[in-house]
C-alpha cells in the first residue's frame, strides 16, 4: 500500500521535506504528501522531482495545533501502509498521538531505511547506541531523523490538491501565539552549526559567536540552559529537549558536552570543541578540539575564516 508523509511547509521546501519524500518513495513509490503551512504551490511541486505523486495542502488547520493536525491525518490513515514524518518538533508532537489514535506501532527517530525483514535503525539512549524496531501492526507510524538520507532528485512532476477539512476535534489546547524564528539559516536545515552554552558567562558575549556564524555562513544554536535563563531563543536550543541536528560541522563553544545536550548533535559530521577544561565531556566526542578560553579562540578562529575566505 501507499505511504503517507506529512509536512509542515512554510514558504520554501527546506531539505528535510526533500529527506522525507526521498525516504518514501524508496520505501513505495505510491508517496502522497499531506501539508500545512503557507509554502505556495508552486514551491510545493518541486516535491514531484523528489517522487512525491499528490500533495493534498490543508491550509484551514491551526498549523501549531498538533491535536487538529492529528485530526486531520486519523482521517485518511486507513488508505496508507506507512505514515512518515520528520523528528523534529511537530513529528514528535503528532507521530506518537496519531499512533494511539490509529493503533499503529511508531518507531522512533529511525535513521535507516527498512532491512530485508522490515526492522528499522534506531538511534536509543539519547544517541548512545543504535536498536533496530520492527513493527506488527499493519500500518507503520516513522519519525525520521533529520540528515539521515541524502535528498535524491530523480525527475518526475506531481499534482497540488486544496482541501479545507477541518476535523470535528477542536482539541484540548488553544494556541495563543506563534513566534517565528529569526536568523537567515534555518537551524535543522543547516549544514554548519556555530553553539555555545554557559561557558559564555552572558548575553552580551554572544556577539563573537554570531561573527564566527556568519564568516562561516552558519547557523546558531545553543544549550538549554541558555535557553533556559533567556540568554538565546528556544528554537536555538539544541539536545534531548531542543531541536536534534546533524550538519556537517559542529562547533562547541564553551559547552561542557553532557550526554542530553549530545543526544541532539551527535550525529554531527565532524565536532569541534573550544573549552578551558580539558577534562570536559565533550571532548570524549570530538573530532577537534581547542583546551582554551573562549573569549581568545573564538575571535582568532573567526579571522582565521576571514582570512582563508578572502584568499580563496
Ligand atoms: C531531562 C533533561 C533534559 C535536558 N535536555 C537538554 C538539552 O536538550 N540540551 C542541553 O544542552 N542540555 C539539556 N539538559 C541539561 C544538561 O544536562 C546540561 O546541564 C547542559 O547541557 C549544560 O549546559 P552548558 O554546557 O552550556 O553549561 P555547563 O555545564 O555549565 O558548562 C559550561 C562549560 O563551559 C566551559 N567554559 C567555562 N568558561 C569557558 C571559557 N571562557 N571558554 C571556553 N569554555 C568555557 C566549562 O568548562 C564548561 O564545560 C537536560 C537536562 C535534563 C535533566
Same mark, same amino acid.
Given at each position: ?13 527546506g531539505k528535510g521535506?526533500l529527506e ?73 508532537? %503528532?507521530?506518537?498521538? /496519531?499512533?494511539?489514535? @490509529?493503533?499503529?506501532? *511508531? &518507531?522512533? $527517530?529511525?535513521?535507516?531505511?527498512? =532491512?530485508? +525483514? ?22 507503520? %507510524?516513522?519519525?525520521? /531523523?533529520p540528515n539521515? @538520507?541524502a535528498p535524491? *532528485? &530523480?525527475? $518526475?512532476?506531481?499534482?497540488?490538491? =486544496?482541501? +479545507? ?19 537567515a539559516i534555518p537551524l535543522p536545515e543547516a549544514e554548519l552549526v556555530v553553539s555555545?552554552?554557559?561557558? *559564555? ?12 556564524a556568519?564568516?562561516l555562513g552558519a547557523a546558531t544554536a ?23 541536528i546533524r550538519p556537517n560541522l559542529y562547533i ?13 548533535v551527535?550525529g554531527s559530521k565532524v ?42
Open positions: 500500500m501507499a505511504t503517507l508523509v506529512y509536512l509542515h511547509a512554510t514558504e520554501n521546501i521535506s522525507l519524500v526521498t525516504y518514501a518513495r524508496k520505501i513505495d513509490s505510491d508517496v502522497t504528501v499531506f501539508v500545512t503551512g503557507e509554502a505556495p504551490n508552486a514551491s510545493l511541486e518541486t516535491l514531484g522531482a523528489y517522487g512525491a505523486k499528490e500533495i493534498i495542502v490543508n491550509r484551514v488547520l491551526s498549523v501549531s495545533n498538533n491535536q487538529q493536525v492529528c485530526a486531520w491525518l486519523a482521517q485518511h490513515a486507513a488508505n496508507y501502509s506507512t505514515i512518515l514524518f520528520s523528528h523534529d518538533f511537530n513529528g514528535r508532537s %503528532i507521530a506518537p498521538r /496519531l499512533s494511539v489514535r @490509529i493503533k499503529a506501532g *511508531l &518507531i522512533s $527517530g529511525a535513521v535507516s531505511l527498512p =532491512e530485508t +525483514n522490515g526492522a528499522i535503525k534506531v538511534n536509543v539512549f539519547s544517541g548512545k547506541a543504535f536498536g533496530f524496531v520492527k513493527c506488527l501492526t499493519e500500518t507503520r %507510524i516513522i519519525s525520521l /531523523l539521515s @538520507i535524491e *532528485l &530523480i525527475g $518526475g512532476t506531481c499534482t497540488v490538491r =486544496e482541501v +479545507n477539512e477541518q476535523p470535528s476535534t477542536q482539541g484540548t489546547i488553544a494556541v495563543l501565539e506563534v513566534k517565528k524564528p529569526e536568523g555555545a552554552g554557559r561557558g *559564555l558567562k552572558g548575553p552580551e558575549n554572544w556577539g563573537m559567536v554570531e561573527d564566527l556568519e564568516a545553543c544549550s538549554r540552559p541558555v535557553a533556559d535563563i533567556g540568554w538565546r531563543p528556544h528554537h536555538e536550543h539544541v539536545g534531548q529537549t531542543g531541536v536534534a562547541a563553544i564553551g559547552i561542557s558536552g553532557a550526554i542530553q545536550h549530545l543526544a541532539g551527535n565536532i569541534v570543541v573550544v573549552n578551558t577544561d580539558a577534562e570536559a565531556p565533550f571532548f570524549k566526542a570530538a573530532d577537534y578540539g581547542v583546551i582554551g578560553d573562549a573569549f581568545e579562540v573564538v575571535p582568532k578562529l573567526t579571522e582565521a575564516v576571514k582570512k582563508f575566505k578572502a584568499q580563496a
